[in-house]
């Protein structure tokens, strides 16, 4: 188990770019693989990238490759996503999720989460 937090939400214009922070305490952050999953309002909660614990390997749904990267830095205990070109259909709340197996994909492979922070893209 590994306590997160995101930050880094807000209100931009289609096409605007945003960052995501998670920051990560009470475990080894480096033993963990980490995603980032959103759920839009009548939606259900849907991955949108993972990372695996040393960086090395990424995945991404397919609606966000190129716009989006995830990204982390282990000695600061803190994971990131990058979000530019965004679109409408990208506004959601947006959660940092870990697990300490690999691989990771779906919501169900996660055991911790954060409290969650909203992206709202405005056209």
């Known amino acids: 188990q590994v306590q997160l937090v995101e930050s880094g939400g807000g209100l931009v214009q289609a096409g605007g770019s945003l960052t995501l922070a998670c920051a990560a305490s009470?475990?080894?952050?480096?033993?963990?693989?980490m995603g980032w999953f959103r759920q839009a309002p009548g939606k259900e909660r849907e991955h949108v990238a993972v990372i695996s614990a040393t960086g090395g390997v990424t995945f991404y749904k397919d609606s966000v490759k190129g716009r989006f990267t995830i990204s982390r830095d282990n000695a600061a205990n803190t994971g990131y996503l990058r979000m530019t070109s965004l679109k409408p259909e990208d506004t959601a709340v947006y959660y940092c999720?870990?697990?300490?197996?690999?691989?990771?994909?779906?919501?169900?492979?996660?055991?911790?989460w954060g409290q969650g922070t909203q992206v709202t893209v405005s056209s």
């Open positions: 009470g475990h080894t952050f480096s033993d963990y693989t």
């Open positions: 999720a870990a697990t300490r197996r690999w691989p990771a994909i779906r919501r169900d492979h996660f055991d911790s």
